[in-house]
Nanobody
């Protein structure tokens, strides 16, 4: 399984970005996909996740109401729409997958990871 994350960049406070995670190597509908972020000097933390069929989503409290995760099965891609960005959203964003039906927000439960994409929010 290979994951390719993209869409990061430098934006000002209050603006938006959309991250993409394209997955290959396995049936797209067979796994949970999550987005995690890692700020400098901090551990990787859960941001959002979406179930294999796209019917269930979950967000960390810090992004709830501002970020939206979605998936396009035709394109084997999961998106993270990030609105009203704040300086504390700055970090490297990683997408990961869990093979199977495990529904988890824990880093250790994810089987494969993309290379990360950097988001910098300036004030």
């Amino acid at each position: 399984v290979q994951l390719q994350a993209s869409g990061g960049g430098l934006v000002q406070v209050g603006r938006s970005l959309r991250l993409s995670c394209t997955v290959s190597g396995r049936t797209f509908s067979s796994y949970t996909v999550g987005w995690f972020r890692q700020a400098p000097g901090r551990e990787r933390e859960f941001t959002a996740r979406i179930s294999n069929n796209g019917k269930n989503t979950d967000y960390s409290d810090s992004v709830k109401g501002r970020f939206t995760i979605s998936r396009d099965h035709a394109k084997d891609t999961v998106y993270l729409q990030m609105n009203n960005l704040r300086p504390e959203d700055t970090g490297v964003y990683y997408c990961g997958v869990i093979i199977g039906k495990t529904w988890s927000h824990l880093v250790s439960h994810y089987d494969y990871w993309g290379q990360g994409t950097l988001v910098t929010v300036s004030s």
